[in-house]
C-alpha cells in the first residue's frame, strides 16, 4: 500500500526570491493492493510532479509518501534503491526512455540484474518468460529501439517495469502517443497481467478515456488538488466536480451515450 | 558506420593525411636516409639531390629525415597528451553532470578559471618551473587543456542526463556509478570522438607552438615547431626550409581536422534518428 501525506511540491520563480508556484498542492492519496487508479486532469495540473514524488524521484517541498508504513525519503542508499522492487514506473516517450544502445534484452534484464539475485540463466528464463506475457517475439530480442514500432517500445517498457515484480506500477502518460488500436490491445494485455499477477496500477492521464477503460478508482487533479475521487463502476454520473464534468464534456458524444 | 566514413570524401582525405603521418612517425628509423642530429657544416644549405632528398638546414643536416622524425614528436607527444586528457574530462565531466548543482557549480567555477589563462603563459609557466623535455610540454598542454575537455564533456553529459532514458535506469535500480559506465559514457562516446579528434589538432599545433618559441625540447630537436623557429633566420635565402616543416604542420592538423568535422557530420544526423 502507498500512502501520500499532504504532499506539497513548490517551484521557485524565476528572479523572485521567496516567491514560487505551487506545482502539488496539499494532496492526501492511498493506493490500495490490487487496484487500478487513475490520476486524470490537464496539462500543468501536477499530476507528473506527483507521480515522481510518489516513486521518489522528487523529494516534496513538505508531507511524505509512505510505502507499506514507511517513508521513502527516509531509506538508505541501498534500500532507497531496492523500492523499486515494489514500485515501477512506465515513462511517457518508450523510444527515449530505452537506452538506444541497449538491446530489448538488456533492457528488459537490466532491473532483474540491479534488483533481484538471480542467475544468468534464470535471467535469461526471466526476460524470455516477460518477452511472452507482453506478446514480443523472440526474434526482437538482440533489436535495438530503433529498430521497434511504437507498441513493441512501449511493450518493452512495461515489460522492464514489470520485470522485478512490483506491487504498484505508475504509467506516466503512458498511453498518450499511441494509436487507438495499439493503445487497446496494450490496456486489455495489462488488465490480463493484473488478474494474473495482482499489480496495483496508477495511470496518470489526460485521456480521461484511458481512465474511464481502465480504472476502478478515479482521481481528478486541479491546480496540484485532488478536487474529486471517485470510486467508477460504470457511469459518469458519479463525477460531481464541474472540472470533473468540464473533462467529461470533451469525449465525443457516442463515448459518453455508452456510458451514461 | 565505417562505410559512410568510407562514402564521405573529407573523412578518406582526412584518413589519408593522418596515416601517412603516422606512416611516416612509425617508419622514420627505416625511410629517414640520414642520421636526423648528424651536423656536417660543411654541407650547410646542400641543394636537394640523391644524397639529400629535400637539401640540408643552416647545420647541414638532412631536412628529409628531420621531417620524418619530427612526426615522432608530434604524434608522440599529442596522442598520449590526448589519452590523459580524455581520461581526464571524461571522469571529471561526468561527475560533474551527476552531481548536485552546488558541486556542479563548484567544477564549472575551477573550469573557467583555467579556461580564462592563455595556454601559452601557463606552458611558459609551467617549463619555467619544472625545466625543459618533452613530458614537461606534455604536462603543460594537460594543465592547459584539461578545463576545455572537461567542460565540453560535461555539456554532452548534461544534455544526455536529461534523457528519459536515464531516469528509467535510475528507476530500474541503477547505482549512479553504473548510470555513468553503462548508460552515459556509451551514448557521449561518438560526440566524444569528435571533439578529441579535432583535439589532436590542437594539440600538435600547441606542440609545434611550444617549440618554435624554445619552451620545452632541447636546442637541435628535429621538432616542426623548432625547425620553424630555427629556419627564420635563412627565411630570405631558403626560404623552403620553412615552407617543409609549416606544411606538415598543415597536414597533419587539417588532417585530423578534416577527419574530425567528416566524423561529426556523419555522427550528429545518426544521433538525430
Same mark, same amino acid.
Given at each position: 500500500?502507498?500512502?501520500?501525506?499532504?504532499?506539497?511540491?513548490?517551484?521557485?520563480?524565476? !528572479?523572485?526570491?521567496?516567491?514560487?508556484?505551487?506545482?502539488?498542492? !496539499?494532496? *492526501?492519496?492511498?493506493?490500495?493492493?490490487?487496484?487500478?487508479?487513475?490520476?486524470?486532469?490537464?496539462?500543468?495540473?501536477?499530476?507528473?510532479?506527483?507521480?515522481?514524488?510518489?516513486?521518489?524521484?522528487?523529494?516534496?517541498?513538505?508531507?511524505?509518501?509512505?510505502?507499506?508504513?514507511?517513508?521513502?525519503?527516509?531509506? !538508505?542508499?541501498?534500500?532507497?534503491?531496492?523500492?523499486?522492487?515494489?514500485?515501477?514506473?512506465?515513462?511517457?516517450?518508450?523510444?527515449?526512455?530505452?537506452?538506444?544502445?541497449?538491446?530489448?534484452? *538488456?533492457?528488459?534484464?537490466?532491473?532483474?540484474?540491479?534488483?533481484?539475485?538471480?542467475?544468468?540463466?534464470?535471467?535469461?528464463?526471466?526476460?524470455?518468460?516477460?518477452?511472452?506475457?507482453?506478446?514480443?517475439? *523472440?526474434?526482437?530480442?538482440?533489436?535495438?529501439?530503433?529498430?521497434?514500432?511504437?507498441?513493441?517500445?512501449?511493450?518493452?517498457?512495461?515489460?522492464?517495469?514489470?520485470?522485478?515484480?512490483?506491487?504498484?506500477?505508475?504509467?506516466?502518460?503512458?498511453?498518450?502517443?499511441?494509436?487507438?488500436?495499439?493503445?487497446?490491445?496494450?490496456?486489455?494485455?495489462?488488465?490480463?497481467?493484473?488478474?494474473?499477477?495482482?499489480?496495483?496500477?496508477?495511470?496518470?492521464?489526460?485521456?480521461? *478515456?484511458?481512465?474511464?477503460?481502465?480504472?476502478?478508482?478515479?482521481?481528478?487533479?486541479?491546480?496540484?488538488?485532488?478536487?474529486?475521487?471517485?470510486?467508477?463502476?460504470?457511469?459518469?454520473?458519479?463525477?460531481?466536480?464541474?472540472?470533473?464534468?468540464?473533462?467529461?464534456?470533451?469525449?465525443?458524444?457516442?463515448?459518453?451515450?455508452?456510458?451514461? | 558506420?565505417?562505410?559512410?566514413?568510407?562514402?564521405?570524401?573529407?573523412?578518406?582525405?582526412?584518413?589519408?593525411?593522418?596515416?601517412?603521418?603516422?606512416?611516416?612517425?612509425?617508419?622514420?628509423?627505416?625511410?629517414?636516409?640520414?642520421?636526423?642530429?648528424?651536423?656536417?657544416?660543411?654541407?650547410?644549405?646542400?641543394?636537394?639531390?640523391? &644524397?639529400?632528398?629535400?637539401?640540408?638546414?643552416?647545420?647541414?643536416?638532412?631536412?628529409?629525415?628531420?621531417?620524418?622524425?619530427?612526426?615522432?614528436?608530434?604524434?608522440?607527444?599529442?596522442?598520449?597528451?590526448?589519452?590523459?586528457?580524455?581520461?581526464?574530462?571524461?571522469?571529471?565531466?561526468?561527475?560533474?553532470?551527476?552531481?548536485?548543482?552546488?558541486?556542479?557549480?563548484?567544477?564549472?567555477?575551477?573550469?573557467?578559471?583555467?579556461?580564462?589563462?592563455?595556454?601559452?603563459?601557463?606552458?611558459?609557466?609551467?617549463?619555467?618551473?619544472?625545466?625543459?623535455?618533452?613530458?614537461?610540454?606534455?604536462?603543460?598542454?594537460?594543465?592547459?587543456?584539461?578545463?576545455?575537455?572537461?567542460?565540453?564533456?560535461?555539456?554532452?553529459?548534461?544534455? &544526455?542526463?536529461?534523457?528519459?532514458?536515464?531516469?528509467?535506469?535510475?528507476?530500474?535500480?541503477?547505482?549512479?556509478?553504473?548510470?555513468?559506465?553503462?548508460?552515459?559514457?556509451?551514448?557521449?562516446?561518438?560526440?566524444?570522438?569528435?571533439?578529441?579528434?579535432?583535439?589532436?589538432?590542437?594539440?600538435?599545433?600547441?606542440?609545434?607552438?611550444?617549440?618554435?618559441?624554445?619552451?620545452?625540447?632541447?636546442?637541435?630537436?628535429?621538432?616542426?615547431?623548432?625547425?620553424?623557429?630555427?629556419?627564420?633566420?635563412?627565411?630570405?635565402?631558403?626560404?623552403?626550409?620553412?615552407?617543409?616543416?609549416?606544411?606538415?604542420?598543415?597536414?597533419?592538423?587539417?588532417?585530423?581536422?578534416?577527419?574530425? &568535422?567528416?566524423?561529426?557530420?556523419?555522427?550528429?544526423?545518426?544521433?538525430?534518428?
Amino acid at each position: 500500500m502507498l500512502e501520500a501525506i499532504n504532499l506539497y511540491k513548490s517551484y521557485p520563480a524565476a !528572479g523572485q526570491k521567496g516567491k514560487g508556484t505551487n506545482a502539488v498542492n !496539499g494532496v *492526501d492519496l492511498v493506493l490500495e493492493d490490487r487496484m487500478t487508479y487513475a490520476l486524470v486532469g490537464e496539462s500543468g495540473s501536477g499530476k507528473s510532479t506527483l507521480s515522481k514524488m510518489l516513486t521518489g524521484l522528487l523529494p516534496p517541498t513538505s508531507g511524505d509518501v509512505l510505502l507499506d508504513g514507511k517513508s521513502i525519503f527516509s531509506l !538508505g542508499r541501498k534500500e532507497s534503491r531496492l523500492r523499486f522492487t515494489q514500485m515501477q514506473m512506465v515513462l511517457q516517450d518508450s523510444k527515449s526512455a530505452l537506452d538506444p544502445r541497449f538491446t530489448v534484452y *538488456d533492457s528488459i534484464a537490466e532491473p532483474i540484474r540491479n534488483l533481484l539475485n538471480v542467475p544468468k540463466q534464470r535471467e535469461r528464463q526471466m526476460v524470455a518468460e516477460l518477452m511472452n506475457k507482453m506478446e514480443l517475439p *523472440d526474434s526482437l530480442m538482440n533489436r535495438r529501439p530503433n529498430e521497434l514500432s511504437g507498441g513493441q517500445q512501449k511493450r518493452v517498457c512495461i515489460a522492464r517495469a514489470i520485470s522485478v515484480s512490483p506491487q504498484l506500477v505508475i504509467f506516466d502518460e503512458a498511453m498518450s502517443g499511441l494509436d487507438v488500436i495499439v493503445r487497446k490491445s496494450i490496456l486489455e494485455l495489462l488488465k490480463r497481467l493484473q488478474e494474473e499477477s495482482g499489480f496495483t496500477y496508477l495511470f496518470i492521464t489526460h485521456d480521461i *478515456d484511458v481512465a474511464l477503460y481502465i480504472a476502478d478508482h478515479i482521481l481528478v487533479m486541479k491546480e496540484g488538488k485532488l478536487v474529486e475521487r471517485v470510486c467508477y463502476t460504470g457511469s459518469i454520473e458519479c463525477f460531481k466536480h464541474p472540472y470533473s464534468r468540464m473533462l467529461l464534456d470533451s469525449l465525443l458524444p457516442e463515448y459518453l451515450g455508452q456510458n451514461a | 558506420m565505417f562505410k559512410k566514413v568510407l562514402c564521405n570524401p573529407q573523412a578518406v582525405i582526412g584518413l589519408v593525411l593522418i596515416a601517412v603521418v603516422l606512416a611516416a612517425a612509425v617508419m622514420a628509423p627505416m625511410l629517414a636516409p640520414h642520421d636526423p642530429e648528424a651536423v656536417d657544416v660543411t654541407r650547410k644549405f646542400a641543394e636537394p639531390g640523391k &644524397e639529400y632528398p629535400l637539401g640540408t638546414d643552416q647545420l647541414g643536416r638532412c631536412e628529409l629525415s628531420r621531417l620524418l622524425y619530427g612526426a615522432r614528436y608530434s604524434i608522440g607527444m599529442s596522442l598520449p597528451t590526448l589519452l590523459v586528457l580524455s581520461v581526464i574530462g571524461l571522469v571529471l565531466g561526468c561527475l560533474s553532470a551527476c552531481s548536485g548543482k552546488a558541486v556542479d557549480r563548484i567544477f564549472i567555477t575551477v573550469c573557467d578559471i583555467f579556461i580564462s589563462f592563455p595556454s601559452l603563459i601557463i606552458a611558459a609557466a609551467v617549463i619555467g618551473v619544472l625545466g625543459n623535455g618533452m613530458q614537461n610540454i606534455v604536462i603543460a598542454i594537460i594543465i592547459s587543456m584539461w578545463a576545455w575537455f572537461t567542460r565540453m564533456i560535461r555539456s554532452y553529459a548534461v544534455a &544526455e542526463m536529461g534523457r528519459d532514458y536515464i531516469l528509467a535506469a535510475r528507476i530500474s535500480g541503477c547505482s549512479t556509478f553504473q548510470i555513468i559506465v553503462r548508460h552515459l559514457i556509451p551514448n557521449i562516446m561518438s560526440q566524444f570522438l569528435v571533439y578529441v579528434s579535432t583535439g589532436v589538432a590542437s594539440a600538435i599545433l600547441m606542440v609545434s607552438g611550444f617549440s618554435f618559441l624554445n619552451l620545452g625540447l632541447s636546442a637541435g630537436a628535429a621538432e616542426w615547431g623548432a625547425m620553424l623557429n630555427e629556419a627564420r633566420s635563412s627565411l630570405y635565402s631558403h626560404p623552403e626550409l620553412l615552407i617543409y616543416p609549416g606544411a606538415c604542420i598543415l597536414i597533419t592538423s587539417a588532417g585530423f581536422n578534416l577527419f574530425g &568535422e567528416a566524423l561529426r557530420d556523419i555522427i550528429e544526423p545518426e544521433e538525430g534518428q
